[in-house]
């Protein structure tokens, strides 16, 4: 029976409220269906919440992670459940029935405010903190950490007395020990599990002394100690004695790529080198292979060796300790064959991630299969996000350990496929929710200005006299209140706010914290949901413009925060009341380029009924898979991409234009002008484009002899042999061919897969010949470890060489190679040579960069609008990209970025009409010559047109970003830009500069 056939219901459920669990529940929540959001721990967040940076950006971790879960918390479309565990599941897809159970409900969250210093003041037990992976405390009545949503406390029944102290404490009569658990049930039409991973406990693993010796800690650990929000404040500090560590050395693989777990857990080697760069003094870390395979990966490792952090290639065998319990490592450097002794003064284990302890008992429920590993099994390699029972969908770790803006991209695709076995019940289950009327601010109504600093943790506080701060915004015109807060992007905070605002009458709000890039959007939200227009909010940067830049000056960084509060100020009490304007939604999308990746998202848009216009340049669909024989699971490309390609051709909703390119592209989020040219050109409106324009293999001229001898040659050169029959008795692959080079300083992610798959090919059909692979690190991330074991047990020789004394190949097609491991000379006659040369973006890449207006990173590949939360958009609003045209990727992550950038189209295109953004310039055309100086609008905004009156500049308010170039080139003061006017510009600068003379008197 299918969905069609019942009552299909418009809700999800979301299994697991990591960083996985909360980009699905919004994705969903935003297209118009109900979400419940189940998370088994008092808070969502998951190991995201509890990371102090992340790579390769080393941007706050919790400062970019804390406005999501605000928002999935304030969202109405969104029921999170703390606390929660599925236990039945029954139905089939469309129509679910699922009991959860809420557990060890003493807290009422409806009256609980998350006042913990009132209730664990009065606990009398001490208790480890799983937040803080065990090395800070808590009581046994506790809050996760003090930006949890919700932000409610929990009580631990395996460990509470049952003194009762907490319910007579409790002001507001939360507690009742009488409550227990809470059953309910739930009719969803879709499920997601984002079950999420799991740190390796190294106790197993007794050579290296974990739990025994006092200075060897775990990665997880260490994390807490660098953060401002852990139990030193940010201090990394020995557990023996409370010292700084001078030397401290990182261990890799631990708990990883072993007997008993022979699986790479991805992000080992960055988040280590991500530690290490955090450190000061001597850093070391000990590797097998360095695993720099993500975007910007190579480049931020190659940051880490300027800095001093040193890379010894070994596994330690035994980790000793001497009488001031200094660590001693006892290691083979495999580069130089010498065992040694290293005394550091700290020991970081970095820890394989492991499944969550809950898979097991969610597979049974789910009626879903777990690989070998314990993470969740997809459909098969060409349906990643797909489980094998229909309308259960995964992402994120939990199919596998992964990174940040791979489970966010999994996990808006697995949105995608959610969706659309119920796409016709959107907007059925969403409860109507009045909007607030805003309060009218009149331009003569006195400011009344609230100002909210913001401590982070120590983030701020520890550089910075918040109090100080405080108590000097109070004496600024037009302030009626000011306060500090420890974190202000926390729920709890958010609340005050708002509060603040009404009982204050506040008409304008400065909130002094860290950067409006991540942050603002959060506290415009929060004044709307009061009333007050979000323009007449301003945010001062006091950390990264403050605090972080001047942390070894504490009386000028005290100045700077004072003189940047007051210019805030200064700026605010100027502000008037700006509002978005809403514009009609062209239900139609662009995608260009017909690969795997764009060739998915035409399909799920297409799917969800909306029209799609699918753009090839070449004659015919499939990109970069055309030339692949077989996939690296042994998939013949031959037995799928036909009916991929079919399936595209076939559809009512798609348009699919071969042979053709994309000329010109015009207008805003929306409203899209598309000029397509090809046998037949034609202009196309849509609101919303894809870029798919996939990737190509280097032609490695100028490498061992490319293109001078015929037997080099590529690896997709080598597959067409291979399908014709040819056999070989001896072949030497060479490994990083153009790529972690000077010209492209970036691993090309697939090459090691590739090769490895290719060499088990030939060595199945002839064991008895020869296959070589000379490599400087072997990038078999994540399950594909095994394909890595294979080779070997197959018999291929894996070579370890130095870049900077790569392999010759001589006029004979004799190789010649240094081996780092044997440390000796070889020298190789091959019958063939095989070059797995850099995956590079496809061809006029460049110009579809330039005709969209999109930024492009170092590495010659698309930028994304945030490299961690916004993998799939990009600067353009309504732009998105995926598969090869944001970076090298294999075919399962490809489809994957396909169906999230659908998902993100979707977004857009599901509206009737969306709303821009208020901060847009005006013309005042009784001033305005008419000059077309003011033509320099990047997003053809601005143009110059005939009125009776004469030549008068018009900006389009919808396709205006707000960036200012047009105002500040206006030679008469015509163009006025909302809320950044001359006037504020003027007001700041004169505040500024009245500072600077009263400092000086």
Same mark, same amino acid.
């Given at each position: 029976?299918?969905?069609?056939?019942?009552?299909?219901?418009?809700?999800?459920?979301?299994?697991?409220? #990591?960083?996985?669990?909360?980009?699905?529940?919004?994705?969903?929540?935003? $297209?118009?269906?109900?979400?419940?959001?189940?998370?088994?721990?008092?808070?969502?967040?998951?190991?995201?919440?509890?990371?102090?940076? %992340?790579?390769?950006?080393?941007?706050?971790?919790?400062?970019?992670?804390?406005?999501?879960?605000?928002?999935?918390?304030?969202?109405?479309?969104?029921?999170?459940?703390?606390?929660?565990?599925?236990?039945?599941?029954?139905?089939?897809?469309?129509?679910? %029935?699922?009991?959860?159970?809420?557990?060890?409900?003493?807290?009422?969250?409806?009256?609980?405010?998350?006042?913990?210093?009132?209730?664990?003041?009065?606990?009398?037990?001490?208790?480890?903190?799983?937040?803080?992976?065990?090395?800070?405390?808590?009581?046994?009545?506790?809050?996760?950490?003090?930006?949890?949503?919700?932000?409610? =406390?929990?009580?631990?029944?395996?460990?509470?007395?049952?003194?009762?102290?907490?319910?007579?404490?409790?002001?507001?009569?939360?507690?009742?020990?009488?409550?227990?658990?809470?059953?309910?049930?739930?009719?969803?039409?879709?499920?997601?599990?984002?079950?999420?991973?799991?740190?390796?406990?190294?106790?197993?693993?007794?050579?290296?002394?974990?739990?025994?010796?006092?200075?060897?800690?775990?990665?997880?650990?260490?994390?807490?100690?660098?953060?401002?929000?852990?139990?030193?404040?940010?201090?990394?500090?020995?557990?023996?004695?409370?010292?700084?560590?001078?030397?401290? *050395?990182?261990? $890799?693989?631990?708990?990883?790529?072993?007997?008993?777990?022979?699986?790479?857990?991805?992000?080992?080697?960055?988040? *280590?080198?991500?530690?290490?760069?955090?450190?000061?003094?001597?850093?070391?870390?000990?590797?097998?292979?360095?695993?720099?395979?993500?975007? *910007?990966? !190579?480049?931020?490792?190659?940051?880490?060796?300027?800095?001093?952090?040193?890379?010894?290639?070994?596994?330690?065998?035994?980790?000793?300790?001497?009488?001031?319990?200094?660590?001693?490592?006892?290691?083979?450097?495999?580069?130089?064959?010498?065992?040694?002794?290293?005394?550091?003064?700290?020991?970081?284990?970095?820890?394989? &991630?492991?499944?969550?302890?809950?898979?097991?008992?969610?597979?049974?429920?789910?009626?879903?299969?777990?690989?070998?590993?314990?993470?969740?099994?997809?459909?098969?390699?060409?349906?990643?996000?797909?489980?094998?029972?229909?309308?259960?969908?995964?992402?994120?770790? =939990?199919?596998?350990?992964?990174?940040?803006?791979?489970?966010?991209?999994?996990?808006?695709?697995?949105?995608?496929?959610?969706?659309?076995?119920?796409?016709?019940?959107?907007?059925?289950?969403?409860?109507?929710?009045?909007?607030?009327?805003?309060?009218?601010?009149?331009?003569?109504?006195?400011?009344?200005?609230?100002?909210?600093?913001?401590?982070?943790?120590?983030?701020?506080?520890?550089?910075?006299?918040?109090?100080?701060?405080?108590? /000097?915004?109070?004496?600024?015109?037009?302030?009626?209140?000011?306060?500090?807060?420890?974190?202000?992007?926390?729920?709890?905070? $958010?609340?005050?706010?708002?509060?603040?605002?009404?009982?204050?009458?506040?008409?304008?709000?400065?909130?002094?914290?860290?950067?409006?890039?991540?942050?603002?959007?959060?506290?415009?939200?929060?004044?709307?949901?009061?009333?007050?227009?979000?323009?007449?909010?301003?945010?001062?940067?006091?950390?990264?413009?403050?605090?972080?830049?001047?942390?070894?000056?504490?009386?000028?960084?005290?100045?700077?925060?004072?003189?940047?509060?007051?210019?805030?100020?200064?700026?605010?009490?100027?502000?008037?009341?700006?509002?978005?304007?809403?514009?009609?939604?062209?239900?139609?999308?662009?995608?260009?380029?017909?690969?795997?990746?764009?060739?998915?998202?035409?399909?799920?848009?297409?799917?969800?009924?909306?029209?799609? /216009?699918?753009?090839?340049?070449?004659?015919?669909? #499939?990109?970069?898979?055309?030339?692949?024989?077989?996939?690296?699971?042994?998939?013949?490309?031959?037995?799928?991409?036909?009916?991929?390609?079919?399936?595209?051709?076939?559809?009512?909703?798609?348009?699919?234009?071969?042979?053709?390119?994309?000329?010109?592209?015009?207008?805003?989020?929306?409203?899209?002008?598309?000029?397509?040219?090809?046998? !037949?050109? !034609?202009?196309?409106?849509?609101?919303?484009?894809?870029?798919?324009?996939?990737?190509?293999?280097?032609?490695?001229?100028?490498?061992?002899?490319?293109?001078?001898?015929?037997?080099?040659?590529?690896?997709?050169?080598?597959?067409?042999?291979?399908?014709?029959?040819?056999?070989?008795?001896?072949?030497?692959?060479?490994?990083?061919?153009?790529?972690?080079?000077?010209?492209?300083?970036?691993?090309?992610?697939?090459?090691?897969?590739?090769?490895?798959?290719?060499?088990?090919?030939?060595?199945?059909?002839?064991?008895?010949?020869?296959?070589?692979?000379?490599?400087?690190?072997?990038?078999?991330?994540?399950?594909?470890?095994?394909?890595?074991?294979?080779?070997?047990? &197959?018999?291929?020789?894996?070579?370890?060489?130095?870049?900077?004394?790569?392999?010759?190949?001589?006029?004979?097609?004799?190789?010649?190679?240094?081996?780092?491991?044997?440390?000796?000379?070889?020298?190789?006659?091959?019958?063939?040579?095989?070059?797995?040369?850099?995956?590079?973006?496809?061809?006029?890449?460049?110009?579809?960069?330039?005709?969209?207006?999109?930024?492009?990173?170092?590495?010659?590949?698309?930028?994304?609008?945030?490299?961690?939360?916004?993998?799939?958009?990009?600067?353009?609003?309504?732009?998105?990209?995926?598969?090869?045209?944001?970076?090298?990727?294999?075919?399962?992550?490809?489809?994957?970025?396909?169906?999230?950038?659908?998902?993100?189209?979707?977004?857009?295109?599901?509206?009737?009409?969306?709303?821009?953004?208020?901060?847009?310039?005006?013309?005042?055309?009784?001033?305005?010559? #008419?000059?077309?100086?003011?033509?320099?609008?990047?997003?053809?905004?601005?143009?110059?047109?005939?009125?009776?009156?004469?030549?008068?500049?018009?900006?389009?308010?919808?396709?205006?970003?707000?960036? #200012?170039?047009?105002?500040?080139?206006?030679?008469?003061?015509?163009?006025?830009?909302?809320?950044?006017?001359?006037? $504020?510009?003027?007001?700041?600068?004169?505040?500024?500069?009245?500072?600077?003379?009263?400092?000086?008197?």
């Amino acid at each position: 029976m299918s969905t069609a056939m019942v009552r299909v219901v418009g809700a999800v459920l979301v299994i697991g409220g #990591g960083i996985a669990g909360i980009q699905a529940a919004l994705e969903v929540a935003d $297209q118009g269906f109900k979400v419940y959001l189940v998370e088994r721990s008092g808070s969502i967040g998951g190991v995201m919440a509890r990371l102090d940076k %992340t790579f390769p950006t080393n941007d706050c971790s919790m400062c970019i992670e804390s406005p999501k879960m605000v928002e999935v918390g304030r969202h109405p479309n969104i029921s999170v459940i703390p606390n929660g565990e599925v236990i039945s599941v029954s139905g089939r897809e469309g129509r679910f %029935t699922v009991r959860i159970v809420r557990r060890n409900l003493y807290v009422d969250d409806r009256a609980c405010v998350g006042c913990i210093d009132i209730c664990a003041s009065v606990c009398p037990i001490e208790l480890p903190s799983e937040h803080e992976f065990m090395i800070g405390g808590r009581k046994a009545i506790y809050i996760p950490f003090p930006q949890a949503v919700p932000l409610v =406390a929990k009580i631990d029944t395996d460990h509470c007395i049952g003194c009762r102290f907490c319910e007579a404490a409790c002001e507001r009569d939360a507690i009742d020990y009488f409550r227990g658990d809470i059953e309910e049930e739930l009719e969803v039409g879709s499920i997601i599990v984002a079950s999420g991973i799991e740190p390796f406990d190294p106790s197993a693993i007794p050579e290296y002394g974990y739990g025994l010796l006092e200075n060897v800690i775990t990665a997880p650990q260490y994390e807490r100690l660098l953060s401002p929000a852990g139990p030193t404040e940010g201090r990394i500090l020995r557990p023996s004695d409370g010292k700084v560590p001078e030397k401290v *050395a990182w261990i $890799q693989c631990v708990g990883s790529r072993d007997d008993e777990y022979p699986c790479c857990s991805s992000v080992c080697c960055m988040y *280590a080198t991500k530690e290490a760069m955090a450190t000061s003094g001597e850093r070391y870390i000990f590797y097998i292979d360095l695993r720099s395979y993500g975007k *910007a990966f !190579e480049i931020f490792y190659r940051e880490a060796k300027k800095i001093g952090v040193r890379y010894i290639r070994g596994r330690p065998g035994i980790i000793l300790q001497d009488r001031d319990k200094n660590p001693i490592i006892r290691f083979e450097d495999t580069d130089t064959g010498e065992v040694s002794e290293l005394k550091v003064d700290l020991v970081v284990l970095s820890v394989g &991630l492991r499944p969550s302890a809950t898979n097991p008992g969610l597979s049974r429920v789910l009626g879903i299969s777990l690989n070998e590993y314990g993470f969740f099994n997809p459909k098969d390699l060409l349906h990643p996000l797909e489980t094998d029972r229909e309308g259960i969908y995964i992402c994120g770790s =939990a199919t596998g350990p992964k990174d940040i803006p791979d489970s966010v991209t999994e996990a808006t695709g697995a949105a995608t496929r959610a969706i659309l076995p119920i796409i016709q019940a959107r907007g059925r289950e969403i409860p109507r929710k009045a909007r607030i009327k805003e309060r009218v601010v009149s331009p003569g109504d006195p400011p009344r200005v609230g100002v909210f600093v913001c401590s982070c943790g120590v983030n701020i506080g520890g550089v910075l006299d918040v109090k100080g701060l405080v108590e /000097y915004a109070k004496t600024l015109p037009g302030v009626v209140f000011a306060r500090e807060e420890t974190f202000a992007c926390s729920d709890d905070v $958010q609340s005050r706010i708002k509060d603040s605002i009404i009982i204050y009458d506040l008409n304008r709000v400065v909130v002094a914290a860290c950067t409006p890039r991540t942050h603002e959007p959060l506290f415009q939200r929060t004044c709307e949901e009061v009333g007050l227009n979000p323009y007449l909010f301003e945010m001062a940067n006091i950390r990264e413009h403050c605090s972080w830049v001047h942390m070894h000056d504490r009386e000028l960084a005290q100045r700077k925060a004072e003189d940047i509060i007051r210019m805030a100020v200064s700026k605010v009490r100027l502000a008037r009341p700006g509002h978005r304007i809403k514009m009609p939604v062209e239900k139609r999308a662009l995608v260009l380029g017909a690969g795997v990746s764009g060739m998915r998202a035409a399909l799920d848009i297409a799917d969800a009924g909306i029209e799609v /216009y699918l753009v090839e340049r070449e004659s015919e669909p #499939g990109g970069i898979l055309r030339r692949i024989q077989k996939l690296h699971d042994g998939t013949m490309v031959s037995d799928f991409l036909p009916d991929l390609i079919k399936a595209v051709k076939s559809h009512p909703k798609i348009h699919l234009m071969t042979g053709c390119t994309v000329k010109e592209v015009n207008g805003f989020v929306g409203g899209f002008k598309v000029r397509i040219e090809g046998k !037949e050109n !034609e202009e196309v409106d849509v609101g919303a484009c894809i870029v798919a324009t996939g990737i190509r293999e280097l032609e490695p001229h100028g490498y061992y002899r490319y293109g001078e001898d015929p037997r080099v040659v590529t690896q997709s050169e080598f597959e067409e042999l291979i399908e014709r029959g040819e056999r070989w008795g001896r072949v030497v692959m060479i490994q990083c061919v153009g790529s972690r080079n000077h010209e492209r300083p970036y691993c090309s992610r697939i090459c090691c897969i590739n090769a490895i798959k290719n060499a088990i090919t030939i060595m199945r059909d002839n064991p008895e010949g020869e296959v070589y692979i000379l490599y400087q690190d072997i990038m078999t991330y994540a399950k594909w470890e095994y394909l890595y074991r294979e080779a070997m047990e &197959l018999g291929v020789i894996f070579i370890r060489y130095s870049p900077e004394k790569p392999p010759v190949v001589g006029d004979n097609l004799r190789v010649e190679v240094y081996d780092t491991l044997l440390g000796e000379e070889l020298q190789i006659e091959p019958d063939l040579v095989v070059l797995s040369a850099a995956m590079i973006p496809s061809e006029g890449a460049d110009e579809v960069a330039r005709i969209f207006k999109l930024p492009v990173y170092q590495d010659g590949f698309l930028l994304e609008a945030h490299v961690k939360l916004r993998p799939l958009d990009t600067a353009f609003d309504g732009v998105f990209i995926c598969g090869g045209a944001h970076y090298p990727k294999l075919i399962s992550e490809a489809i994957a970025q396909g169906s999230g950038a659908a998902a993100r189209a979707c977004s857009i295109l599901s509206r009737d009409e969306i709303e821009t953004g208020g901060i847009t310039s005006v013309v005042d055309e009784e001033v305005c010559i #008419g000059c077309g100086l003011c033509d320099l609008c990047q997003f053809n905004a601005l143009e110059i047109r005939e009125k009776p009156q004469g030549r008068k500049a018009y900006i389009n308010p919808v396709a205006c970003k707000g960036c #200012g170039c047009c105002q500040a080139a206006c030679p008469v003061g015509a163009i006025r830009e909302l809320n950044f006017t001359s006037r $504020q510009i003027e007001a700041m600068i004169r505040e500024s500069f009245n500072a600077e003379e009263a400092q000086e008197a």
